[in-house]
Every structure is written in structure tokens, then in C-alpha cells.
């Protein structure tokens, strides 16, 4: 082949090159879009068929989609790990909101439901080994002391305005999420983003109540009208009434009030969440008393300081005794005689078997469960016989402190899990949290985190069906329950303190005194660890043990113990009390 012919034999090969490389880029453009055809008519399956009702148009929500299946691509392929606790609104996102999620970007979700106490274990160990067991955890709140003052949690704030900005979705609305304070640390940074929430009431079955001769009765006996008590002595009233003098209705033995008292870490949470504070115990302040908190930690600054009524703490004061005494005695006078020996998830369903009054620690994540047709607490026609309301407080409660307690599951990234993993799940989190899917989400689960969806046009259509939980959210009073707060620096640890001091005094091993003496020196105890260990900020500086009367006689909590602590006992009517929320009260 001479010098022309190779020539002309090279040019060919050039041209053909250059057509089969504009062939291959046509082909690939063409799959390109016929893969986003597909992801978009994919998110109008979803959008149509599973997401409905939404507060966003069916436009909206495609755009919100198409935002998502933009922002998957340099992910499509990937699987990412999460975990969450066994909850009904967790069982829909792993079974169904996870599948949507695939199936719209690309990106494959193992999403899966453990134990509570699993989650923390694995996230501590993820902690201490650097190795990541899950790219992301649907942790509670309550751990926002612990994350804020390590450095293990991803700040949030900083993720969404540095490394994660392009996978931050511009709809995301933070400010339409109702539990930010509760994920935002002292240093203002958020730390989770809020997935689910639901808060503990009082529990009554509204039928009872409103029956002329029992209300006759009580009135009789009690000197004022039976309702929803605004008080501890009134509920205490009104469970001696229905256990002692109603005894029974339509034939079935009666119970004035309903717990759990097995020994299991489920006791913990009967205390931590809210308890002490419903009692009276610790300071003004809201999430969270300050400088006492409802776990009794004083913080000065935000360094935590003592626990023991001695060091200016307040888990072992008057208010806390009481609050413990309080519960014994009411296990045993006026609950079912089997609730002593129940956990927490195996009282849950009690109230729903028709034989309960009222219960003053109840969680509204239950409430899916205590509307389904058919049960003795339901009318025929799908409304509850029952309603919830604020809970009552003991009479070492001053206006201004937390009234309750709010469990907030929240999306927690750790800084151990590689970029492209965090980015990934990051979206997962975005999408389950999402206006496209929040309301349908609420609605399956009862568990809100959107303003919007407390107040979309659903809700109002259908608030009759909730007994009062639509009407709770809507109401200014929601912000007195919060979940644990910032003056607990280590709650795993500190947490698992409580079922085992209490769990003694649940059983009449020993007296309320003693078994918060031992927690609170317990508490104390880790907290000295901590400062001789040091943390990433914020670290406990114990204060010296100096007599109990010196904190009696300084300002706000610990406050001494009162002299009368059976005050009279004091109802509102349901209807009053949600008059005054719809006109914007607290009461």
C-alpha cells in the first residue's frame, strides 16, 4: 500500500471513529433521556397513587420530584443502610417510602427497624470504632446534649451550607418543621433534622365522663365537677372514684388509671421523659428549665454541674421524691393488678380494651392504634369514645415549666460515614420528610413534623377522628412538652441509670428517698468521669457538695419540700378547654 492509499486508509478510520464516537454520544443522550422519561413517570406513579392527600398541587409535588431524580444521578446505583426504631410511621417509610425512593432516583435504601435501645448501641459503637455501621439513624433528640458536646454527630447546618448544598433540596422549608429547637444545640447549630414527633397526654374516656350520674356522683363526694384534671390531686381523685366507687360499668371491673412497673429499660423512659417536671421538678424554661433541668442536671453556662440536691441539683429533691411516690402509689391502688409486671409496649393496648378510666401518661403514637373500628373505644361510626388533653401537674409545678414530654426521632449523620454515603442518605432523609410525602406520612403514622401538615385541609376534615390530637397540635400549648434537652451530656450512658434505681422503689424493695438518692449520686458519679475524661466542648465542671438548705435557700429549683402536698383538687370542662385553645391560649 503506498503513501496515498494509507493516507486515505487512515482518514477512513478517523471518519469512522468519529461517527461511531457521535453515534455512541447520540445513543447515550437518547438513554439519558429515556432513564429520566423513565424516573419522571415513575414519580407520577408514586405521586398519583400513594401521595395523595398532599399540601402541595400534583405540580408542585412533580417538581419537588424532579429536583430529587436530578439530584440522585451522581448516586443512581448506590445502596445505602439506615436504621430506626419499630414505630408505625418507620414501618412506612422501610416498606413503602423507601421503595419509592428507589424506584424514583436509582438510589437502593436497606432501611431497617430495631429496638431503640439497638439504635443508640449501634450509634455509640459507630462512635467509639470510627467504622460506619449505618450511613444515617433516626436517633431521638434526647441525645442532642450528647451530640453537641462530641464530635462525632455532622452538624447539619454546616453540612447544608458547605459539602451538602448541592444535595439539599430547595423545598426542604426548614422553618416549617415544628421540633428545630429541639435538634439545634446552645453553639445554634442543627444537628438532626426532625422525622417524627409525638408528645405524651393525659388519656380519659370522654363517654364516662360526661354520664349524668357518674358526674352527679363524683360531685357529690368530691365537691367539684369531674373533668379533665388540671391537677395531680384531681386525677388522684378521680382514679380512687372509677377504681373504688364505680368499680364497674356495663358489667366489666373498672380501673381509675393505667402504667407499667416491670424492670426493664421501658421503666427508664416512664421517668426521663417528663415525669419530674410534670411534678414540679427543676426550673422554669422551656424547651428545657434552666439552670435545672427535668432530669434534675444543673448547668452553669452550659457546663454541666451536679445532679444531687448537694451540688444544686434537683433528682433527689422534694419534687422528685414526690413525683416517684406518686407513681407507686397509684400502681398499686388503681391500676390492674398485672400492670406492675408489664413493659412499656405490653401496657400500650390496655386503655383500648375498654376497661381503663383515664391515664395520665400516654403516649399519642398509640393513637393509630386506639382508633380502629371495632374496638370497645370506638363508636360505630369510626370516632374515638375517648379524647386526650394536656396532662396534669403535681404541686411543685410553677407556671412556665415544661409540662410533658415530646419524643422527637430525628435523621442523625455521623462524620465517620464516607461523602458519597452521606450524600445519598442525606436525600433518603430529605424525601421521607418531604411536602410530597409528610401529609400521607402524618396520616398513616399520627406522628407530625410539618406545620403544614398540622394545619392542611385534611386534618380539619378529619379532626373528630383523632380524639383531640389534631386540636393538641394546633393549640399554643404543644411547646410546654419537650423531649430531654442539652443539660444531659451523656444520655446513653445516664439513661440506662434510671429503670435500674427506680425499678427497687416500683417493687417496695425501697423507698422513693432512697432510690433517688442512689441516682442522683449515680449521675453525679458519670458526670465527674466526664470531667476528668474531658469533651470536645462544654464539658461537666462538678460543683463542690455544700448542705441541702443552702440550694433550698437560693432562687428557683431545688425547692424545699412543701408542707401540704395534697392540694384541692381542680377539673376543666373538655369543650372549655379546647374554646381556649382555638382562641390561642396555653389553658
Same mark, same amino acid.
Given at each position: ?38 424516573? /419522571? ?27 430529587? &431524580? ?8 448506590? $445502596? ?31 432501611? =431497617? ?11 455509640? /459503637? ?15 433528640? =434526647?441525645?442532642?446534649? $450528647?451530640?453537641?458536646?462530641? #464530635? ?7 453540612? &447544608? ?51 349524668? #350520674? ?99 441539683? =434537683? ?42 378510666? !383515664? ?73 421521607? /420528610?418531604?411536602?410530597? /410525602? ?115 435557700? !437560693? ?33
Amino acid at each position: 500500500m503506498n503513501r496515498k492509499q494509507q493516507g486515505f486508509a487512515r482518514n477512513s478510520l478517523l471518519v469512522s471513529g468519529a461517527l461511531a464516537l457521535t453515534l455512541a454520544a447520540t445513543l447515550g443522550m437518547q438513554a439519558q433521556g429515556q432513564t429520566a422519561a423513565a424516573s /419522571t413517570a415513575t414519580a407520577k406513579k408514586w405521586v398519583d397513587k400513594e401521595f395523595q392527600p398532599s399540601t402541595l398541587s400534583k405540580a408542585q409535588q412533580m417538581k419537588e420530584m424532579e429536583w430529587f &431524580i436530578k439530584a440522585a444521578k451522581p448516586y443512581k446505583g448506590m $445502596t445505602i443502610t439506615v436504621a430506626s426504631e419499630a414505630l408505625t410511621t418507620h414501618k412506612y417509610e422501610s416498606e413503602v417510602m423507601a421503595k419509592a425512593f428507589t424506584e424514583i432516583t436509582g438510589i437502593k435504601v436497606k432501611h =431497617d427497624i430495631i429496638q431503640e435501645g439497638d439504635v443508640i448501641e449501634k450509634l455509640q /459503637t459507630q462512635f467509639q470504632s470510627g467504622k460506619t455501621i449505618y450511613d444515617a439513624y433516626v436517633n431521638d433528640s =434526647d441525645l442532642i446534649g $450528647t451530640h453537641f458536646r462530641n #464530635d462525632f454527630v455532622l452538624p447539619l447546618s454546616d453540612y &447544608i451550607a458547605g459539602a451538602g448544598k448541592a444535595v439539599t433540596s430547595p423545598t426542604l422549608d426548614l422553618k416549617d418543621f415544628i421540633g428545630l429547637s429541639f435538634t439545634t444545640g446552645p453553639d445554634k447549630k442543627l444537628y438532626q433534622l426532625p422525622d417524627q414527633q409525638f408528645a405524651n397526654l393525659y388519656w380519659f374516656r370522654a363517654d364516662w365522663f360526661a354520664r349524668p #350520674d357518674l358526674k352527679a356522683k363524683f360531685k357529690a363526694k368530691y365537691g367539684y365537677e369531674l373533668g379533665v384534671p388540671v391537677n395531680w390531686s384531681a386525677y388522684e381523685d378521680i382514679a380512687n372514684f372509677f377504681t373504688n366507687d364505680v368499680k364497674t360499668i356495663d358489667g366489666k371491673k373498672v380501673y381509675g388509671h393505667m402504667d407499667y412497673g416491670k424492670k426493664d429499660p421501658s421503666l427508664g423512659w416512664r421517668f426521663t421523659d417528663a415525669w419530674l417536671s410534670m411534678a414540679g421538678n427543676g426550673d422554669k424554661g422551656l424547651p428545657n428549665g434552666l439552670p435545672v433541668d427535668e432530669w434534675g442536671v444543673r448547668v452553669q453556662d452550659c457546663h454541666p454541674v451536679g445532679s444531687s440536691v448537694t451540688r444544686g441539683g =434537683d433528682t433527689n429533691g422534694p419534687a422528685a421524691v414526690y413525683a416517684l411516690t406518686k407513681y407507686v402509689e397509684w400502681l398499686k391502688k388503681y391500676a390492674p393488678p398485672e400492670a406492675g409486671g408489664m413493659t412499656f409496649s405490653e401496657s400500650g393496648p390496655v386503655p383500648a380494651q375498654g376497661e381503663i378510666a !383515664q391515664q395520665i401518661f400516654w403516649y399519642t403514637a398509640f393513637t393509630a392504634d386506639m382508633v380502629k373500628k371495632g374496638l370497645p373505644v370506638v363508636n360505630a361510626d369510626g370516632t374515638p369514645k375517648w379524647r386526650m388533653a394536656p396532662s396534669p401537674h403535681g404541686s411543685y409545678w410553677r407556671e412556665g415549666t415544661k409540662l410533658g414530654y415530646q419524643d422527637v426521632g430525628s435523621w442523625t449523620f455521623l462524620k465517620s460515614t464516607d461523602a458519597k454515603h452521606t450524600a445519598a442518605a442525606w436525600l433518603y432523609a430529605q424525601f421521607v /420528610t418531604a411536602k410530597t /410525602t409528610s401529609l400521607k406520612k402524618s396520616i398513616v403514622g399520627l406522628t407530625f413534623i410539618r406545620e403544614s401538615d398540622i394545619n392542611s385541609k385534611y386534618f380539619t376534615d378529619n379532626a373528630s377522628k383523632y380524639g383531640g390530637l389534631i386540636e393538641f397540635y394546633r393549640s399554643p400549648a404543644r411547646v410546654a412538652w419537650s423531649p430531654t434537652g442539652t443539660n444531659i451530656p451523656d444520655y446513653p450512658k445516664m439513661a440506662q441509670l434510671w429503670w435500674q434505681a427506680i425499678a427497687p422503689a416500683a417493687a417496695g424493695e425501697v423507698k422513693p428517698q432512697q432510690a433517688m438518692d442512689g441516682l442522683a449520686k449515680e449521675q453525679d458519679k458519670i458526670m465527674s468521669r466526664l470531667e476528668r475524661a474531658g469533651m470536645k466542648r462544654c464539658a461537666p465542671i462538678m460543683n463542690p457538695e455544700k448542705t441541702a438548705q443552702y440550694w433550698f435557700d !437560693q432562687p428557683g429549683a431545688p425547692y424545699p419540700k412543701l408542707a401540704n402536698e395534697k392540694e384541692k383538687g381542680e377539673t376543666v370542662a373538655y369543650d372549655t378547654l379546647l374554646k381556649n385553645w382555638k382562641a390561642g391560649k396555653v389553658k
